[in-house]
């Protein structure tokens, strides 16, 4: 996958799923609140973490996620964000082996392959559009059955060559898929209010499960 900076998360019971599915969740963006630095591997900040490998960005900071869910570490604000997603989809205040359960068993990928320079910033729409190459390749590499797109924005800002659904989840107006087509599968891609707002709330329980039985 040349086009990815950012390797995604990958569950170890990926190929098993969530209830049989193939599980892609995608988020926007990382952040990174280093100083400027144009020899960074990233090309436009320095990690302010001191990886080793800015490429594994993602599961360093999801494995943080986890530790502290395991007991391990300090919990932090962010984090919140990822166990209410758990919760909501689960319909439950799940426990940490349950929330250990379902992340081990899908794929999580940030969208765009640059990072921010702080946590409330839009990326550039150019980075928006610079990081549709390796979308698809994450796609035709781990061809999920249904793609959740955490956040309207990142839903305008996803590739537009697609096709929506005829029909409607649950008979709500704008709660449609929106497919893509890798290697003669239809992938549809489910968007969602960003976990961290409060818009997204635990009427979502019963759209993404439909939207999981009917992908």
């Not at 082996?97 to 640059?114: C, G, K, P, R, S």
């Not at 550039?124 to 793609?147: G, H, R, T, V």
């Not at 955490?150 to 107006?173: C, K, Q, S, Y």
Request: net charge neutral; glycine share 6%; with cysteine.
């Amino acid at each position: 996958m040349e086009n990815v900076f950012f390797r995604p998360w990958i569950g170890k019971n990926y190929k098993q799923g969530y209830k049989g599915k193939k599980l892609l969740i995608l988020g926007e963006s990382h952040y990174c609140d280093g100083i400027q630095d144009e020899n960074c591997p990233c090309g436009k900040v320095k990690k302010c973490l001191q990886l080793s490998e800015c490429n594994d960005f993602t599961s360093v900071v999801l494995n943080r996620f986890f530790d502290y869910k395991k007991g391990i570490g300090e919990g932090e604000r962010w984090m919140t964000t990822y166990t209410r997603f758990t919760n909501i989809l689960l319909g439950e205040q799940v426990s940490n082996a349950e929330l250990m359960e379902f992340w081990d068993n899908i794929v999580f990928y940030n969208y765009v392959q640059v990072p921010t320079k702080g946590p409330r910033e839009k990326p550039a729409s150019q980075d928006f559009a610079n990081s549709k190459e390796a979308f698809f390749e994450i796609l035709k590499e781990y061809k999920p059955d249904l793609i959740i797109v955490w956040g309207v924005r990142l839903r305008d800002n996803l590739p537009n060559n697609g096709l929506w659904a005829d029909f409607e989840i649950l008979n709500t107006p704008n709660e449609k898929f929106y497919y893509y087509e890798i290697d003669g599968k239809k992938i549809p891609a489910y968007a969602i209010y960003h976990p961290a707002s409060s818009a997204f709330s635990y009427c979502y329980h019963e759209y993404l499960q439909e939207a999981l039985r009917l992908s």
